[in-house]
Nanobody, 129 residues
Framework: QLQLVESGGNLVQPGGSLRLSCAAS????????IGWFRQSPGKEREGISCISTSGDTTNYVDSVKGRFTISRDNIKNTVYLQMNSLKPEDTAVYYC??????????????????????WGQGTQVTVSS
């Protein structure tokens, strides 16, 4: 069974940090672009970051640039999202998703969530004092 499982969400104070993990099972992440998305109540799902299959290209939405870092460890079959300087507006359910390419490439995007075909169940991040 192909599966993505997110973990690492928690309640954290403003200015704090969290590291989210996205672990794949049943398949290898090697040939998949991975995106992180988030959704808070009453808002549309937002693509916030992605990493290419090669790992050398990453993209971030403006609101998280300089605070969040995406990385991948293909040996552990896991992608991470390091989140620093968290703000209350970062509160959301965070999802990772995979887009299988079948090759090693140096591009990724989160503008078209429909291109991602496998999604995790989400992990809650709450930033509050």
């Amino acid at each position: 069974q192909l599966q993505l499982v997110e973990s690492g969400g928690n309640l954290v104070q403003p200015g704090g940090s969290l590291r989210l993990s996205c672990a794949a099972s049943g398949f290898s992440l090697d040939h998949s672009n991975i995106g992180w998305f988030r959704q808070s109540p009453g808002k549309e799902r937002e693509g916030i970051s992605c990493i290419s299959t090669s790992g050398d290209t990453t993209n971030y939405v403006d609101s998280v640039k300089g605070r969040f870092t995406i990385s991948r460890d293909n040996i552990k079959n896991t992608v991470y999202l390091q989140m620093n300087s968290l703000k209350p507006e970062d509160t959301a359910v965070y999802y990772c998703a995979a887009r299988h390419l079948g090759y090693i490439g140096s591009w990724c995007q989160t503008d078209l969530p429909g291109d991602y075909t496998l999604w995790g169940q989400g992990t809650q991040v709450t930033v509050s004092s």
